[in-house]
């Protein structure tokens, strides 16, 4: 009987599901060898993915109900460890944000990349197990509730960028939930009349720092901002973007603006900038691609899911990596400001690769059992 189960699981894995996830990250461990070749970044990248592959295998083979039951249980561990970094001696404390925990052997892991797979959960678990029709407001109140809790610290580590990643997770699951059409209503109309009006009460109470404010002003204003100011990073992004042209620079690192270390951060937050440089249109064309077969798949495994938990969770999963491609290109093409959002299984970080693998051995797991009643 074991035999014929460890078939089944073998014989219903998501393989190209899987096989797909590994091809972006090696074509990104790829990118960040080109962007700091003579830095460990790319080895620690490799050992990374294998962590990774692991992580998402024992997820994957786990019942994804078993995992939804322990939801509550992985959702206070995320807000102890989140608690945990905010305190000083703890928490590591790199370009002015206390984000990572030290672990021996490992070294810092980000927990704030983590957290989005329990807050998935509980939100899944909550909103999944609804019988009636459409959400009622004290169901709307709890949901935010739970994304406020981990959302709250993490403003505090400060992560402004990391912030902004939970928010789809609970956009998407809403949606899926028959949220009535008049709180979508009220909820854009109050983000459109509250925004500007949190933002000038930010920049006169000091909330918002001068750095954030100069970065937004480059999008807004960008022929009056200063290129060596608050606005260099996107000016010498979009500088590296444009030097890649169709088919990219061809291996010339002697040019490379990320060699030269003219564009900060190129193997995190402006990895797609090295990517455009080094392969041009055609790379980055064929990198969306990948990231769309990739989401594709995510959707079909929700669209199989054999109840509604675990559709939602696939769907939460599928919104936030969408929404954190769009934020770093964005940010890359200057189209918005620089906060700081990964690339998926491209920007280097043992952290957003793993809790990334993770999710999608969750959705793999989902898709495995779909015939299971």
Same mark, same amino acid.
């Given at each position: 009987?074991?035999?014929i ?5 073998v ?15 090696? $074509?990104g461990?790829?990118?960040i ?15 990374g993915?294998?962590?990774?592959? =692991? ?11 078993? !995992?939804?039951?322990?939801a509550?249980?992985?959702?206070v561990?995320?807000?102890? !460890?989140l608690?945990?970094?905010l305190?000083? /001696? ?12 030290a ?17 998935? &959960? ?7 197990n ?7 407001? %004290?169901?709307?109140?709890? /949901?935010a509730?739970? !994304?406020?809790?981990?959302? $709250?610290?993490? &403003? !505090? ?9 939970y928010?789809?997770? &609970? ?8 949220? %009535?059409?008049?709180y =979508? ?12 009006a949190a ?9 918002? %720092?001068?750095?954030?404010r100069?970065?937004?002003?480059? #999008? ?20 590296? =973007?444009?030097?890649?042209r ?27 900038a ?14 969306? +691609? ?7 798949r995510?959707?079909?495994?929700a ?17 936030a990596?969408?929404?954190? #491609? ?5 940010? =890359? ?9 990964? +690339? ?22 989902? %898709? ?6």
């Amino acid at each position: 009987m074991v035999g014929i189960i460890e078939r089944r699981q073998v014989r219903d894995f998501d393989w190209l599901t899987a096989v797909v996830a590994m091809a972006i990250v090696c $074509f990104g461990i790829w990118q960040i060898y080109n962007a700091q070749p003579t830095q460990s970044y790319w080895s620690k990248q490799i050992l990374g993915l294998f962590i990774a592959i =692991v992580g998402m295998t024992i997820v994957a083979s786990t019942d994804y109900r078993r !995992l939804l039951d322990a939801a509550p249980i992985f959702y206070v561990i995320g807000l102890i !460890l989140l608690v945990l970094v905010l305190i000083p /001696g703890l928490g590591v404390k790199v370009n002015g944000q206390r984000a990572w925990l030290a672990v021996p052997l490992i070294g810092r892991f980000q927990p704030s990349e983590f957290v989005k797979i329990p807050v998935v &959960l509980m939100l899944a678990s909550y909103f999944g197990n609804r019988r009636h029709g459409t959400l009622r407001f %004290k169901e709307l109140f709890v /949901g935010a509730a739970i !994304l406020a809790a981990p959302v $709250f610290l993490i &403003l !505090l580590e400060p992560d402004a960028g990391q912030a902004i990643t939970y928010f789809p997770l &609970l956009a998407v699951v809403l949606f899926l939930s028959a949220v %009535k059409m008049r709180y =979508v209503i009220l909820t854009i109309a109050l983000t459109a009349i509250l925004l500007p009006a949190a933002y000038v009460t930010g920049i006169q109470s000091g909330v918002i %720092k001068g750095y954030q404010r100069e970065r937004i002003e480059v #999008i807004l204003d960008p022929e009056n901002a200063d290129p060596r100011g608050f606005g260099y990073h996107t000016f010498q992004s979009m500088i590296t =973007v444009g030097k890649g042209r169709l088919t990219g620079i061809e291996g010339d690192t002697g040019t490379s603006q990320s060699v030269l270390k003219f564009l900060p951060e190129p193997h995190t937050d402006f990895i797609f900038a090295v990517t455009a440089e080094n392969t041009g249109f055609v790379g980055c064309i064929s990198l969306l +691609l990948a990231y769309a077969l990739l989401l594709s798949r995510l959707i079909v495994g929700a669209r199989e899911a054999p109840d509604r938990m675990g559709m939602l969770v696939i769907m939460a999963i599928v919104g936030a990596i969408t929404f954190q #491609i769009f934020m770093n290109v964005g940010m =890359v093409l200057g189209f918005l400001p620089v906060i700081g959002v990964p +690339l998926p299984l491209m920007s280097s970080g043992l952290s957003s690769i793993l809790s990334t693998f993770i999710a999608i051995g969750f959705v793999i797991s989902v %898709k495995m059992r779909r015939f299971v009643n």
